[in-house]
């Protein structure tokens, strides 16, 4: 398997994005929420375009909200 160059970033400075954006920005996090999971549907749809189904499995913390919108 080759190596990728993939940036991640830690929860911290994510929700430090997030509250940046939501305060600073004035963008609500409902609109971050329906974004993130837009992008990430259309990741998925990318990624499977032939799919007639994509099963998602969200817990109940931070991430759950953008599941449910994907």
Same mark, same amino acid.
């Given at each position: 398997?080759?190596?990728?160059?993939?940036?991640?970033?830690?929860?911290?400075?994510?929700? %430090?994005? &997030?509250?940046?954006?939501?305060?600073?920005?004035?963008?609500?996090? =409902?609109? *971050?929420?329906?974004?993130? #999971?837009?992008? %990430?549907? &259309?990741?998925?749809?990318?990624?499977?375009?032939?799919?007639?189904? =994509?099963? *998602?499995?969200?817990?109940? #913390?931070?991430?759950?909200? &953008?599941?449910?919108?994907?």
């Amino acid at each position: 398997m080759s190596e990728s160059n993939t940036n991640l970033y830690t929860a911290e400075q994510v929700r %430090a994005m &997030d509250s940046m954006a939501i305060d600073d920005r004035g963008i609500p996090g =409902i609109e *971050l929420m329906e974004r993130a #999971g837009q992008a %990430a549907f &259309d990741l998925l749809r990318q990624h499977w375009p032939d799919a007639s189904s =994509i099963a *998602l499995f969200c817990g109940t #913390g931070n991430n759950g909200g &953008d599941g449910y919108v994907i």
